[in-house]
């Protein structure tokens, strides 16, 4: 069982022995890297790749890692006891199973994805420590064990807002997905838009590579945000001549809404544009 990439997503060689060394090790795959850089999307292509399953929790400030394993509904319980409803007599009924449950009782072997793990509380991923481990956890209301029948593909993503206990770290095997460089994002666009003219992808590439090294930018702009701006560009259908517009006061590039998301950095650019138009009177 091997991982090459698909057709639908460009996955370098290191990431690609990254997914293997995981899959090989049992060992959960714990992805970071810039947001849009395609960390999520990852767990699904696995699962295309090698046929398998997908399950996704997608983890909120909120979750907690009981809600992984499974929650027991007692309010419903009791209301039903109280209305006399039978089911009452088997607790069974008020297990809600999670997410992890789901994965370790599939029929066949799955795919399971933990999405921004560090956007839950600091203890989280401790709280996960022994069911990811032993691919198990007792459930004390029916007294039984859930242990996997087929030891689920964990893959583990997270952009970094909290720093992850040692414990947890040195359960999983890391990757850090780098920023594709324009080689690789050419690639990445070949696949979004097959037959794209090569002009405007060279020049659009030109403007967005040029945006990210603004020193001072607080977002840089990401993959997905460069093939949002790529769908306007032909939708409008600009020509590529006007992105490499040399006049100062139009360094913003069109359309520049899809590859800025805050006003600091609108304002940035807006004053870079200023002083280049001020130099060159």
């Not at 590529?240 to 006003?263: C, H, M, Q, T, Y």
Request: net charge negative; aromatic share 8%; with cysteine.
């Amino acid at each position: 069982m091997k991982f090459a990439g698909t057709d639908s997503y460009v996955a370098t060689d290191d990431l690609k022995v990254a997914v293997n060394a995981a899959i090989t090790l049992q060992r959960p795959l714990l992805i970071k890297g810039e947001p849009g850089t395609g960390k999520s999307v990852l767990a699904s292509q696995v699962a295309e790749a090698i046929g398998a399953p997908l399950i996704e929790w997608h983890i909120k400030s909120t979750t907690k890692a009981q809600q992984g394993l499974y929650e027991y509904d007692a309010v419903s319980r009791l209301r039903d006891g109280q209305l006399g409803d039978e089911r009452v007599h088997d607790i069974a009924n008020y297990i809600k199973r999670g997410k992890l449950w789901e994965a370790f009782t599939s029929p066949a072997r799955s795919v399971l994805l933990i999405d921004e793990i560090d956007k839950a509380d600091i203890e989280f991923p401790n709280d996960l420590l022994q069911e990811l481990d032993r691919m198990e956890f007792f459930v004390y209301e029916t007294g039984e064990t859930i242990k996997a029948k087929n030891r689920p593909i964990v893959l583990i993503t997270s952009n970094n807002e909290k720093e992850l206990p040692d414990a947890f770290l040195r359960r999983c095997f890391f990757h850090f997905i780098k920023f594709p460089d324009a080689e690789t994002m050419r690639r990445i666009v070949d696949v979004h838009f097959p037959g794209l003219k090569g002009r405007l992808v060279s020049e659009a590439l030109r403007v967005f590579y040029e945006l990210r090294d603004v020193p001072g930018l607080k977002k840089k702009p990401s993959t997905s945000e460069l093939l949002d701006w790529l769908k306007l560009l032909l939708n409008e259908d600009v020509d590529p001549s006007l992105l490499r517009e040399s006049d100062p006061r139009k360094l913003v590039p069109p359309l520049a809404g899809a590859l800025i998301k805050n006003e600091q950095d609108a304002h940035l650019l807006e004053r870079l544009a200023f002083m280049s138009r001020r130099r060159s009177e």
